[in-house]
């Protein structure tokens, strides 16, 4: 009787002849029908495989036959079940590792795309300080420029000074014979040379020794203008003007008063200092040959001054160098003027 031993092979002829059965577990003799699972190598009673005796010889005699037990094939059944869902998966990672390497590749693309953005702004920021290093030394050398033309500015400033005050010397020195009569009522103007005279009453002084005489500006009806009078000579100028503090009253009981014919610049400097005497700043002023001369207190001896820059100076302390430089010399006494102007 022939058994699945023979086609077994060696393993088959080797094994222990107290095998049992994988199905009933009773011994499988060599009297008995059987057949071996070609995966797990346990023997079976063929009718405990329902195997019958034909199946049999075709199992045992044809080359290439593999028979597989219940419990094989179930577990076959099962992993192929298994295979199948995890191919299944395996598709879907595949396409999620698709979808990622896609993603992955847009990423690297931006992160490039990032990149060159970062590196032109980069070179733009550094272009960027570049031009404001370019810039800043620039405006140094500016400001150096500025610096030489404000130096030059303020030398012909000084310049420019010098010369209005050698002017104004001249035109005052013009003026010397010359004497300002104010608050004198106006009356017949024919007779003003008269009137002048008859304000004082000087014998040494006569009509021929007055040259010219004028009111300054248009007629006004609410104060009497000044008048203007010329002499001949410095020496009869300075009698009559010597005589000054004997005037009587004019009009509405004001006295007329007799100054000095000074020039607009001095008259506007004495008129400041006359401020700064009433504000208590400055002990007293007065002019004397054209120049105004103030005293600082009682103890000092008094100063002639030619510029509002001086009388500043003497009365506050303050230097040139404090203030901004103007364009004209007029226009920084508009400026000192006007910081007297402030008390
Ligand atoms: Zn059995
Ligand atoms: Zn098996």
């Not at 008995?32 to 009718?47: E, G, K, R």
């Not at 998966?89 to 993603?103: A, D, F, N, Y």
């Not at 100028?237 to 009253?249: A, E, L, N, W």
């Amino acid at each position: 009787m022939p058994t699945a031993r023979s086609k077994e092979g060696t393993s088959a002829e080797n094994r222990n002849p107290r095998e049992t059965c994988g199905k009933c577990d009773e011994e499988v003799s060599n009297s008995d029908l059987f057949v071996m699972c070609s995966t797990c190598s346990l023997h079976y009673h063929i009718q405990c495989q329902k195997i019958s005796k034909g199946k049999l010889k075709v199992i045992q005699e044809e080359d290439g036959i593999l028979w597989f037990c219940h419990a094989c094939r179930r577990t076959t059944r099962n992993m192929i079940g298994k295979m199948s869902e995890m191919e299944k998966r395996l598709v879907s990672l595949e396409s999620q590792m698709k979808t990622s390497i896609q993603e992955i590749k847009n990423l690297r693309n931006q992160c490039e795309s990032l990149q060159t953005k970062n590196s032109a702004l980069e070179k733009a920021v550094t272009e960027t300080k570049e031009n404001l290093k370019n810039a800043e030394n620039q405006r140094g050398f500016q400001s150096g420029i500025i610096d030489n033309l404000r130096r030059d500015l303020y030398k012909e400033h000084n310049r420019n000074i010098s010369i209005e005050q050698q002017l104004d010397c001249i035109k005052q020195a013009s003026r010397e014979n010359n004497v300002r009569i104010v608050d004198m009522p106006e009356s017949d103007e024919k007779d003003l040379k008269k009137q002048i005279l008859d304000l004082l009453s000087i014998p040494d002084i006569t009509e021929e020794d007055i040259q010219s005489t004028y009111r300054l500006g248009k007629p006004k009806d609410s104060k009497a203008r000044d008048v203007i009078v010329k002499f001949a000579s410095k020496q009869k100028r300075d009698i009559f003007y010597s005589m000054r503090k004997s005037t009587p009253k004019g009009r509405d009981n004001k006295k007329v008063f007799i100054n000095e014919d000074l020039t607009q610049f001095r008259s506007k400097l004495f008129f400041d200092a006359r401020r700064l005497v009433k504000t208590r700043k400055l002990h007293s002023t007065w002019t004397q040959e054209g120049n105004v001369i103030i005293k600082l207190n009682e103890e000092e001896s008094p100063v002639a001054i030619a510029t509002h820059q001086e009388l500043r100076s003497k009365v506050f302390g303050y230097q040139f160098e404090d203030i901004e430089i103007c364009s004209t010399s007029s226009e920084i006494d508009d400026c000192m003027s006007s910081d007297l102007n402030s008390l």
